[in-house]
Nanobody, 126 residues
Framework: QVQLVESGGGVVQAGDSLRLSCAVS????????MAWFRQSPGKEREFVAH????????YYEDSVKGRFTISRDNTKNTLYLQMISLRPEDTAVYYC???????????????????WGQGTQVTVSE
């Protein structure tokens, strides 16, 4: 079975940085379309970033462009989300997700991803 385990969350102050990790087993990260989503209380799960499985192209939600970077380490079979200049509105549970198919045009949709982690909490204070 495919398992995704997020780590790296924590409580930080506005302007700080964090790097989230998603350790994947049962699937090769290099071949997978993968993404980060986030969800805060009372809100729908929101797309954050995507990295394609067929190449290294990346896509970002507008509010995180220039601040967040999605990447992968194929040797470690791990997905990362480097976050800088964190804001209180970035507070959420962050989830990594993976697809076993090429995602042509729906990278921002939760339905495009088959496997999900349990999430890691990021809290950004003023």
């Amino acid at each position: 079975q495919v398992q995704l385990v997020e780590s790296g969350g924590g409580v930080v102050q506005a302007g700080d940085s964090l790097r989230l990790s998603c350790a994947v087993s049962g699937r090769t990260v290099r071949r997978s379309a993968m993404a980060w989503f986030r969800q805060s209380p009372g809100k729908e799960r929101e797309f954050v970033a995507h990295i394609r499985g067929i190449n290294d192209n990346t896509y970002y939600e507008d509010s995180v462009k220039g601040r967040f970077t999605i990447s992968r380490d194929n040797t470690k079979n791990t997905l990362y989300l480097q976050m800088i200049s964190l804001r209180p509105e970035d507070t959420a549970v962050y989830y990594c997700a993976a697809s076993d198919h090429v995602i042509v045009s729906a990278v921002r949709m939760t339905r495009s991803y088959k496997d999900w982690g349990q999430g890691t909490q990021v809290t950004v204070s003023e």
